[in-house]
C-alpha cells in the first residue's frame, strides 16, 4: 500500500520585521559623533584672530605749500655706512663638576667595563662587538668634562685605554693572542677606576 503524500501548500511568507528603530539608533549615534567633532574642532582649532599687525610709527609725506631751499654741493668727504659691530655671544663656561657628580657619571660604564673585558677573553676571536661596545663606552667617556682637579689624568688616562682597546681590537682581528691586550685594557681601566674613587 502507498502511503498517501502530503498536499504542498504554498502559504505567503511572514512580514520581515520593521528595523526603524535600529536606523534612527544609528542616525542618531552619527549625528553625535559629528556634533563631537564639531565641537572639538571649534575649541581646539585657532581662530583667525591673531595679534593684528600694528601700524608702525612712519613718517607720511605731505605736500608743504612753501617752497624748500635745497643745499648747494661742496666738496666735503662722504662717508659711507659704518660696520656695525654685531655683538659676539659666548655661552657663559661649563661649571666645574664636583668629583662625587663625575664618578656619579662615569661608575656604571667602568663599572661595566672589567666584565666586558671577561666576556671578550671567554669570547675569545669572536669578542669584536664587545669591544665595539667597549670603544664606544670610551667615546662618551671621553666626551664627558671632568673636574679640573683630574682633568689632565684622566684624559690621559682615556687615552691610554683607547690604545688598549685598539691593540686589543687588533689582536682579536688578527687571531692571536688576546691575552695580554686585555689584561693591558683592564690595568688601563682600572686606573681610571682608581682615579674616579671607584
Do not use: C, H
Not at 5 to 16: G, I, K, S, T
Not at 162 to 186: F, H, K, P, V, Y
Amino acid at each position: 500500500m502507498t502511503d498517501p503524500q502530503p498536499e504542498l501548500r504554498w502559504a505567503p511568507l511572514p512580514p520581515a520585521p520593521k528595523r526603524t528603530g535600529r536606523v534612527w539608533l544609528i542616525v542618531g549615534l552619527a549625528v553625535v559623533a559629528l556634533a563631537i567633532i564639531g565641537a572639538l574642532l571649534f575649541f581646539l582649532l585657532p581662530r583667525g584672530e591673531g595679534p593684528a599687525p600694528e601700524e608702525s610709527p612712519s613718517p607720511t609725506p605731505t605736500a608743504s605749500p612753501t617752497p624748500t631751499v635745497t643745499p648747494t654741493p661742496t666738496a666735503s668727504p662722504t662717508v659711507g655706512p659704518q660696520p656695525s659691530q654685531t655683538p659676539i655671544v659666548t655661552p657663559p663656561p661649563a661649571a666645574d663638576p664636583t668629583l662625587e657628580a663625575f664618578r656619579g657619571q662615569v661608575a656604571p660604564r667602568l663599572n661595566d667595563a672589567p666584565r666586558g673585558l671577561d666576556f671578550a677573553a671567554g669570547a675569545g676571536q669572536d669578542a669584536g662587538p664587545i669591544v665595539d661596545t667597549l670603544q664606544a663606552d670610551l667615546q662618551w667617556l671621553s666626551d664627558l668634562e671632568p673636574p679640573s682637579s683630574i682633568a689632565q689624568s684622566w684624559r690621559d688616562g682615556v687615552q691610554a685605554y683607547g690604545q688598549r682597546l685598539d691593540e686589543l681590537q687588533t689582536a682579536i682581528a688578527g687571531g692571536g693572542n688576546t691575552s695580554s691586550a686585555i689584561d693591558a685594557a683592564r690595568a688601563a681601566v682600572q686606573n681610571l677606576r682608581t682615579l674616579v674613587g671607584l
